[in-house]
């Protein structure tokens, strides 16, 4: 009798054991589904404040149409992206473009005093201070995920259950790991 007593407990303990790193996978990739919606709303955020910025920009800028067209078509990618691949992607040349922006800007010093630019330029340069918040958050929640996958025990868990590994947000574009360069020529 004892030993049945022994051996219900130790399913009991089995059990709860697989029960808690099963809850512990769900609360993780929760935590990433969060952390990705916090940057799609900074991204959406960011994609609502461009039109302002291109119309009160456009008056004063004539010859950079090409910028503006550039940005106007990576905001429409940006938008479109699917996987965070693709959102990552877009984002960076999105962001390359809005980078070559503010460096033609400097060439307009009447833009540059324009209190809607001045305040549109303001709320973007927040906005972009959000999203690099919310990409490292992403990141940090899917490192925290991607590593309780892959540990033991919890990878025999997660790979019953097929818990896939996140991806991570990353700058693949060249261009934006670049600093913009200014010139008063």
């Given at each position: 009798m004892i030993y049945f007593i022994i051996f219900l407990v130790l399913i009991v303990l089995i059990i709860f054991f697989f029960v808690s790193i099963y809850n512990a996978l769900i609360r993780l990739r929760n935590q990433v589904k969060n952390a990705w919606a916090q940057i799609d709303v900074q991204l959406k955020r960011r994609h609502d404040l461009i039109p302002n910025l291109i119309e009160t920009v456009k008056g004063y800028m004539t010859h950079e149409r090409q910028i503006m067209e550039n940005i106007t078509k990576y905001r429409s990618q940006a938008m479109n992206?699917?996987?965070?691949?693709?959102?990552?992607?877009?984002?960076?040349?999105?962001?390359?473009?809005?980078?070559?922006?503010?460096?033609?800007?400097?060439?307009?010093?009447?833009?540059?005093?324009?209190?809607?630019?001045?305040a549109l330029q303001e709320e973007l340069t927040a906005t972009e201070n959000k999203i690099s918040f919310a990409r490292q958050n992403y990141n940090d929640q899917v490192l925290m995920y991607n590593n309780k996958i892959q540990m033991f025990p919890s990878n025999i868990v997660a790979g019953m259950f097929n818990f896939k590994e996140e991806e991570f947000f990353e700058i693949k574009d060249q261009a934006e790991k670049e600093v913009p360069k200014v010139s008063f020529n």
């Open positions: 992206a699917q996987t965070v691949g693709e959102k990552a992607q877009a984002e960076s040349l999105l962001s390359g473009a809005l980078g070559q922006l503010r460096v033609q800007v400097e060439n307009y010093p009447d833009l540059k005093a324009n209190q809607n630019f001045l």
